[in-house]
């Protein structure tokens, strides 16, 4: 299984997997595999495959966060992030606990000071920023039970990821 194929199978996990859902608290309206109409407007939501969905998660998601050249357990967190925070908040939270310049962009620098920090301690700090950020939210009261639940889940599965096999 690739990493993004263990990182999606996470995500999936969170995102309802094949669920349509149209909860009208949730600003995205009509969703399934976790894409939402509003995010991606062109996409037949109804009709969505799972493979669809993954091309989706690939190509809007973990391309632009660089999974692919992140250890797996810090991938997994900042990919999790980007699906459901967004992808500048994903970057931005990423760069505050790593000690980069704050501009939204994964770029070259961005990825080397990843680099600079051990998994264990970088996970636990950006799992910590990004509970912080869902607290400041005012859908807080309405969804912060499950984005909590979501936030321990990927860090002990990232956890569990950086133990030696």
Request: glycine content about 10%.
């Given at each position: 299984?690739?990493?993004?194929?263990?990182?999606?199978?996470?995500?999936?996990?969170?995102?309802?997997?094949?669920?349509?859902?149209?909860?009208?608290?949730?600003?995205?309206?009509?969703?399934?595999?976790?894409?939402?109409?509003?995010?991606?407007?062109?996409?037949?939501?109804?009709?969505?495959?799972?493979?669809?969905?993954?091309?989706?998660?690939?190509?809007?998601?973990?391309?632009?966060?660089?999974?692919?050249?992140?250890?797996?357990?810090?991938?997994?967190?900042?990919?999790?992030?980007?699906?459901?925070?967004?992808v500048n908040t994903a970057?931005?939270?990423?760069?505050?606990?790593?000690?980069?310049?704050i501009d939204g962009t994964?770029?070259?620098?961005?990825?080397?000071?990843?680099?600079?920090?051990?998994?264990?301690?970088?996970?636990?700090?950006?799992?910590?920023?990004?509970?912080?950020?869902?607290?400041?939210?005012?859908?807080?009261?309405?969804?912060?039970?499950?984005?909590?639940?979501?936030?321990?889940?990927?860090?002990?599965?990232?956890?569990?990821?950086?133990?030696?096999?």
């Amino acid at each position: 299984m690739t990493p993004f194929d263990r990182c999606l199978s996470v995500v999936l996990g969170h995102e309802g997997q094949d669920t349509i859902t149209d909860d009208p608290r949730d600003p995205g309206g009509l969703t399934r595999w976790g894409i939402s109409a509003a995010s991606h407007p062109g996409v037949d939501i109804r009709n969505l495959t799972r493979e669809g969905a993954a091309d989706i998660y690939r190509r809007d998601y973990w391309q632009p966060l660089r999974c692919d050249e992140l250890p797996l357990p810090i991938a997994l967190c900042v990919f999790d992030c980007g699906v459901n925070q967004g992808v500048n908040t994903a970057v931005r939270l990423l760069q505050s606990v790593i000690g980069a310049q704050i501009d939204g962009t994964f770029g070259p620098r961005t990825l080397m000071a990843v680099f600079r920090s051990p998994v264990e301690q970088l996970t636990r700090r950006f799992m910590t920023a990004r509970l912080h950020k869902y607290m400041s939210l005012g859908h807080w009261h309405t969804y912060g039970r499950g984005w909590g639940a979501r936030v321990l889940d990927v860090a002990m599965t990232a956890a569990e990821w950086n133990q030696p096999e």
